[in-house]
Nanobody, 122 residues
Framework: QVQLVESGGGSVQAGGSLRLSCAAS????????MGWFRQAPGKGREGVAT???????FYEESVKGRFTISEDNAKNTLYLQMNSLKPEDTAMYYC????????????????WGQGTQVTVSS
């Protein structure tokens, strides 16, 4: 049974940093494309960053230069380092996994975590 468990969310002031973690079990995440998504109140879910099985990373335009996605294969854990946070980054953040990168970016991943809340105050 696949489980993705996010942690690391919280409340910070604008300009601050947070690091999200996603611990995977039931799958070897180095074989999958993994990604971070977010959903703000009243808005649809959007892709934030992904990393494919070759380690190539992709970012949504608004987070480029501020967020970094990475993974620790030994720990089967995905990370999202978020710096220079802005109030508009406030959302529930989810990690997801799928073999297909396109399917992942379309928000149709096979596996999803329960989410961790990030709140950025001005």
């Amino acid at each position: 049974q696949v489980q993705l468990v996010e942690s690391g969310g919280g409340s910070v002031q604008a300009g601050g940093s947070l690091r999200l973690s996603c611990a995977a079990s039931g799958l070897t995440h180095s074989y999958y494309c993994m990604g971070w998504f977010r959903q703000a109140p009243g808005k649809g879910r959007e892709g934030v960053a992904t990393i494919n099985s070759d380690g190539l990373t992709f970012y949504e335009e608004s987070v480029k230069g501020r967020f970094t996605i990475s993974e620790d294969n030994a720990k089967n854990t995905l990370y999202l380092q978020m710096n220079s946070l802005k109030p508009e980054d406030t959302a529930m953040y989810y990690c997801a996994a799928d073999y297909d990168l396109s399917k992942l970016w379309l928000g149709r991943a096979d596996y999803w975590g329960q989410g961790t809340q990030v709140t950025v105050s001005s």
